[in-house]
């Protein structure tokens, strides 16, 4: 079991920058797959990207050369650092950590005004 807590979300201007956190409450070393996903209003949540136990990552195609996904198994933390941000990248973004079932944060809301 694991709880997750989301933070770093907020309102930039397109073209910004904001980095989200998410940290758990125990260590991800043996967390195989940890994830963003968002969800914009009247949409289903969709993956933005995820990073293994031996740090291979995936992305949406929507966010490749954006964003950026890590995790620091030091401080149970994952990461992801968004650039050149659009307004269709608002959202609520939820971190994922895939155990014997997934396990969701609370989310954290990023509104991108154009």
């Known amino acids: 079991q694991v709880q997750l807590v989301e933070s770093g979300g907020g309102l930039v201007q397109a073209g910004g920058s904001l980095r989200l956190s998410c940290a758990a409450s125990?260590?991800?070393?043996?967390?195989?797959?940890m994830g963003w996903y968002r969800q914009a209003p009247g949409k289903q949540r969709e993956l933005v990207a995820d990073i293994t136990r031996s740090g291979n990552t995936e992305y949406a195609d929507s966010v490749k050369g954006r964003f950026t996904i890590s995790r620091d198994n030091a401080k149970n933390t994952v990461y992801l650092q968004m650039n050149s941000l659009k307004p269709e990248d608002t959202g609520v973004y939820y971190c994922?950590?895939?155990?014997?079932?997934?396990?969701w944060g609370q989310g954290t809301q990023v509104t991108v005004s154009s």
């Open positions: 994922r950590a895939s155990l014997n079932y997934p396990y």
């Open positions: 125990r260590t991800i070393v043996s967390i195989n797959v």
